[in-house]
């Protein structure tokens, strides 16, 4: 799953050099990330002009907390190749005026002119990013609430599961749908019932990563196990 994505950025940044690329965090796309600094340390992908906009952070947590999503990005991708500084793109979950941080944000991604390809993950319980079930699907970014499910799953990597933050800033499923290309990675059996449910199963608000059966660009790639219900 994870050559196979990092083949598809490959190919988007090698036909467009200045691709705008939406990336996702989490434990999905980790390989991804890795096999990205190995064919860029191979010299066959140049990320000089790209352009990143992540899907979400945490509210509240600092860039430099150990949990946050800058951190992530710096750790798994960022220091490890020539992406420029100012074109990496994360929402700031301590900025004084979330609302205009929010604002600002969506606004940056149509200035660069849209998500070329947009990376999702899925979680169990359907959410994309941290549009969680029972999201409006006419959410651009804001801040959003997290379940108490995605808050659980996320308690692993904290030290104390009270530090998890209770709301995020992401994207919402606006935002997402205006990608004018979306991969959809998922590995693991945890993830083989719900990704089934969205890609087959109805269209409705309490899956949130349903709707992608609505956008016309959609690319899925997963491991056997998230697979086996197909
Ligand atoms: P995971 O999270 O990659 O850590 O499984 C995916 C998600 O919850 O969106």
Not at 60 to 67: A, S
Request: aromatic share 8%.
């Amino acid at each position: 799953m994870s050559c196979e994505a990092a083949r598809i950025i490959d190919r988007q940044v090698l036909a467009k050099e200045d691709s705008v690329l939406g990336l996702s965090t989490g434990d999905t796309p980790t390989g991804m990330y890795k096999e990205l600094v190995q064919i860029y340390n191979c010299g066959l992908i140049d990320f000089f002009k790209v352009i990143t906009f992540n899907l979400d952070e945490y509210y509240g947590l600092p860039p430099d907390h150990p949990q946050s999503y800058h951190r992530y990005m710096r750790e798994k991708l960022f220091n490890y190749v020539n992406v420029q500084e100012g074109n990496i793109h994360i929402p700031d979950g301590v900025a004084k005026d979330i609302e205009e941080e929010c604002g600002r944000y969506e606004e940056e991604i149509y200035r660069y002119g849209g998500i070329d390809l947009q990376i999702l993950g899925i979680g169990p319980n359907g959410h994309i990013a941290f549009n969680e079930p029972g999201s409006d699907w006419g959410m651009i970014t804001g801040l959003v609430k997290l379940s108490e499910e995605t808050r659980r799953r996320a308690a692993t990597h904290f030290r104390d599961p009270a530090e998890v933050p209770t709301q995020g800033i992401t994207m919402g499923i606006k935002t997402i749908m205006k990608a004018r290309k979306i991969l959809l990675l998922a590995s693991g059996k945890d993830k083989a019932k719900i990704t089934f449910e969205a890609l087959k199963g109805p269209i409705t608000k309490q899956v949130p990563a349903s709707t992608l059966q609505l956008h016309p660009r959609v690319t899925i790639v997963l491991d056997k196990e998230a697979g086996s219900l197909f």
